[in-house]
C-alpha cells in the first residue's frame, strides 16, 4: 500500500505515513475529513474524505467508521440521476478566482527575489512619480515667470512637500493596488514569479496592502534605514522569509504558483529576468556607493 503524506495544521507537509496512521490521526482529531492528503502518482492533494474506504480499511475501528448501508459518516454517497451512467465522473462548477489550494509544498521568496522584484517596482513607480512631479515643477517655473510667488521661499516649501507626498502617495497606492489584485503581485513581482498572500496563502484586501507598505516606509524612515536593513536579512534568515512588515501584516511572499493546485510548477532558482534586475540593481548600488565616496574624499584631497 503506498505511504501517505498529509497537511497539518500549518499546512506544512507530514508523513509518509500508513492509512491506520491517518485514520488514527483522524480519531485523536488531529485530522479531519477535509485534511489534505498526497500520495505517489496523484496529480493534485485531496481531502481525506474522497478516499474514505482507503482510511476505513486501515482503521482498526472501520465499523465505528461506517454506517449500515457500507457508506462513510458524514460522507454521503452521491445521488445517480435518471439516465445517467454511475460511471460518469462528478461535474460541478469551479470557481477558480481566489481559490486556496492547502498542504502543497511553498516555495518563499527568499531576498534576491525580493531585491530584483524591487530593482523593477523602483523604474516603475519612479515613472509614475515623475509623470506627475514634471507638470508641477513646469507650472511652478511657469507662474514664476508670469510674477506668481511658487518659486518664493514659501511656494518653494510647499512644492517640495507636494513633490515629496507624491513620491511617497504614488508607490504606496501602486503596491497596494496591484498586490490587492487578482494577481496578488505587482508588476516587478509579475515578472520575477512571485506574489503576496495572506498568513494562510490568502488573497489580501486593499488595506491590508496599504498597511504593509505603509509599515514599510515607517520602519525605513524613522530608524533613518535600519528598519529596511533588518528587513533584508530577516527575509533570508526566518523560517518563512519574512520581513519585518510581512510580520506585523502576517504576509508571506511566495512563488506565483504556491498555494494553487499546481505546486508542482514552483521555481526555487533565480530565472533570467530576476538576474539581469540583480545585475542592473547591484550596479546602480555601486554607482551610489560611488558617489558617497567621491563626495567625502574629493573635499578632503583638495581641502
Known sequence: MSAWYYADARND???PVEASELARLRQQGAVTWQTLVWREGMANWQPMSDFADDFVQGDDRGPWLSTGSGSVVGH?????ADGASPYAP???PVDTVGHVVLG???VQAGFWKRFAAMIIDAFITAAASWAVQIPLFIMAGATGAMG???LSTGGSVGLFVLSYGVGILVPLLYFAWMHSSASQASLGKMAIGIKVTGGNGQRIGFWRAFLRYLAYLLLALFTLGIGAVVSAFTTGLTQ???ALHDMICDTLVVDKWAFTDRPDLQRRELGVV???AIIIGGGLVALALLAIVAAIAIPALYG
Request: avoid cysteine.
Open 90 to 92: 462528478p461535474t460541478s
Open 13 to 15: 507537509r507530514q508523513g
Open 274 to 276: 530576476a538576474w539581469v
Open 240 to 242: 518563512r522569509k519574512q
Open 104 to 106: 502543497g509544498e511553498v
Open 148 to 150: 506668481g510667488d511658487l
Open 76 to 80: 454521503a454517497a452521491p445521488s445517480v
